[in-house]
């Protein structure tokens, strides 16, 4: 049976190792890859931090198809969960945490990223796309419109544990440890904004980049 690869970037989605083990994980130069954005003006421009890694991989830029909603905030969800559906390697990007957990952590894709994933394609998330893969979504004051932490069903792909990103550089381990207490969830990780936790069949395996991933017990005060 195939393992269950899943890759938490905290904040660089340049890492140019994570992309390379997620890249080749996907099939390398036979790899058909899912990249799930947010709109912001010039989105086209930031793409090549995507996927720069992956074509120097052997990835076709044909073979990346980007999951993008309008500058009304439409998605064509038809459009998107049937790229989905082909992907051989699945990334969601990161940007406005609140907008990526209203497109992507609700059906119609919640269900497909989870059967995808189960079935064996690499997933990865970067900054909000991290975020999105517990159980238990949690969102940091210095990541939420109104400044105020949050939380919210996620697409369950990790089980009773929290992630936090940009973690040293938003100084958040106060907000991962409220988050422990207040969901009875028993551990978490924070992972800084150049690391990536790399995870087989949700056992942590690896951490990618130059700086850390840090697991924080409920108990920590």
């Not at 058909?32 to 947010?38: E, G, M």
């Not at 609140?98 to 609700?106: C, G, M, V």
């Not at 969102?139 to 109104?146: G, H, R, V």
Request: some cysteine; charged content about 15%.
């Amino acid at each position: 049976m195939q393992s269950r690869k899943l890759y938490l970037l905290g904040g660089n989605t340049s890492q140019e190792e994570a992309n390379i083990h997620f890249a080749t994980a996907a099939g390398g130069q036979n790899a058909h890859i899912a990249l799930l954005i947010v709109y912001r003006e010039g989105w086209e421009a930031f793409l090549p931090r995507y996927t720069s890694h992956w074509i120097a991989q052997g990835v076709h830029e044909n073979n990346i198809s980007v999951i993008v909603p309008n500058e009304k905030g439409e998605l064509n969800t038809a459009e998107g969960t049937e790229i989905v559906s082909n992907a051989t390697g699945i990334f969601i990007g990161g940007c406005h945490s609140e907008t990526y957990y209203s497109l992507y952590a609700k059906e119609p894709f919640k269900q497909l990223l989870r059967e995808k994933y189960a079935a064996g394609t690499p997933l990865a998330g970067n900054s909000a796309g991290a975020l999105l893969m517990p159980e238990t979504v949690l969102l940091s004051p210095q990541d939420t419109d109104n400044q105020q932490a949050w939380s919210g069903s996620g697409l369950g792909i990790l089980q009773n544990q929290l992630i936090s990103v940009h973690f040293s550089q938003w100084q958040d381990e106060p907000n991962l440890i409220s988050g422990l207490h207040h969901h009875n969830i028993p551990f978490g990780y924070g992972i800084d904004e150049d690391a990536c936790l790399y995870l087989e069949n949700e056992k942590p395996t690896a951490v990618f980049g130059n700086e850390q991933v840090k697991r924080i017990e409920k108990g920590t005060l």
